[in-house]
């Protein structure tokens, strides 16, 4: 047969033999396609306008529902089906690796984000729930039950009325330092997880972070420079480690809950006296009862009942909106780009996997990273923070 002139048929004859190799590998049913390119190849002058090209072209627009115009693609770019080559042997160990780890880091950065969502939410609903009134009424009833205990001891009444007493002072002293302790802890974990989970989510972050920010400040010191207050909580937070509960407390309000009020040790404390005291002549009903609920405060943090003061609490609840603003760059930026990354992985190992299919280019990780942070700004809802995180990893 004389060589086409047509560069159209010419190139038609080339991706035909292309797509029929790849037909050695039982993709076909028939042998149409072997059958229109030697019925094209008998021609002496081929031409576009043949009938035999024509069937040719036919059949092989026939064959795009098995070959797809991306295996067409990788078939002219060199690509082999069954490529055994050490190559794509050592792609497919370092992509099972990669997934590996994208999978768990993905999981340690939702267990992270889920922490925070939870801990986001039982600060919104202690707020709801007006827990500063209750938490004061509670500090009342304690204060007032154990004025009447005391007066009842002096009062003549008989011992059952004064164990009755006592089973209802204790019962509400027991219900205000459960309500102090579950806001002291909410407290510290949200501090916790603010300053180290969230800041820190993968093993050794920490580690590293510390001994970059000890190479930065050793070169600083040389040079004389001065650092400003940022540089001492960098410090503490490299230096303490796992604080407890009690330093993490101590930060909005400036005291250590627990450790008792530095006035407690002052003889002659109005922290120390014992309920009843004498008030003042010319002192209004409000500023007695302001004055004496201060005094039932001071005396119930001395005595290690509670560990807060109520004027804190308004402090503490601000804890929500800046645990809500770490937890956004999560929602909308970190988990959408890792879930994208970790579904365009598998598609990539699924297609790696398959002998017949082309290896897919890098591309669609970014395709599949960009599309969920689309989907995270477009839709926040299936990234909320009031919401479990619902991921659709298929492709």
Same mark, same amino acid.
């Given at each position: ?12 004859? +080339? ?27 008998? &021609? ?37 089906? *069954? ?14 690796? &990669? ?28 707020? +709801? ?47 205000? /330092? ?24 993968? @093993? *050794? ?142 598609? /990539? ?24 942070? @689309? ?8 990234? *909320?923070l009031t919401r479990s995180l619902a991921v659709r990893l298929q492709r």
């Amino acid at each position: 047969m004389t060589a086409p002139v047509d560069p159209l048929v010419t190139g038609l004859l +080339k991706d035909a033999k292309l797509v029929a190799g790849y037909g050695r590998y039982g993709v076909f049913k028939d042998n149409s396609l072997f059958a229109a390119i030697g019925d094209a190849e008998k &021609l002496g002058d081929v031409t576009a306008g043949q009938p035999a090209v024509v069937n040719l072209q036919k059949v092989l627009n026939d064959c795009s529902g098995v070959v797809p115009f991306s295996t067409l693609a990788a078939l002219r770019s060199g690509w082999s089906p *069954g490529d055994t080559s050490r190559r794509a042997a050592i792609a497919t160990y370092l992509l099972v690796a &990669l997934s590996v780890i994208l999978m768990v880091i993905t999981g340690k950065m939702t267990y992270v984000y889920n922490r925070g969502v939870s801990l986001s939410a039982e600060l919104q609903d202690i707020d +709801k729930d007006n827990f500063s009134v209750r938490f004061g009424q509670a500090v009342r009833q304690v204060w007032a039950t154990q004025k009447q205990l005391r007066s009842a001891a002096s009062g003549g009444l008989s011992q059952s009325d004064i164990n009755l007493l006592e089973d209802v002072y204790y019962n509400a002293e027991d219900s205000l /330092h459960l309500l102090d302790q579950r806001f002291v802890t909410l407290w510290a974990n949200s501090q916790s997880f603010m300053t180290r989970e969230a800041r820190f989510p993968i @093993w *050794g972050m920490q580690s590293a972070y510390c001994k970059l920010q000890s190479l930065v400040t050793a070169g600083a010191a040389g040079n004389g420079q001065t650092y400003d207050p940022q540089q001492a909580i960098t410090n503490q937070l490299c230096n303490q480690g796992v604080a407890s509960a009690k330093s993490e407390y101590s930060g909005p309000v400036g005291e250590v809950p627990g450790g008792g009020n530095p006035a407690c040790a002052q003889p002659g404390n109005p922290a120390g006296k014992e309920p009843g005291g004498a008030v003042s002549a010319g002192t209004s009903p409000e500023i007695d009862a302001n004055s004496e609920y201060e005094e039932a405060t001071r005396s119930l943090q001395c005595s290690g009942v509670i560990t807060l003061t109520p004027s804190s609490i308004y402090m503490m609840t601000a804890q929500i909106g800046g645990l809500n603003a770490v937890l956004s760059p999560y929602a909308l930026w970190i988990l959408p780009a890792l879930y994208g990354s970790l579904g365009a992985i598998m598609f /990539h190992m699924r297609m790696i996997l398959n002998p017949l299919l082309p290896n897919p280019t890098l591309a669609h990780w970014f395709t599949g990273s960009s599309w969920e942070r @689309w989907r995270a700004w477009c839709w926040p809802g299936s990234w *909320g923070l009031t919401r479990s995180l619902a991921v659709r990893l298929q492709r």
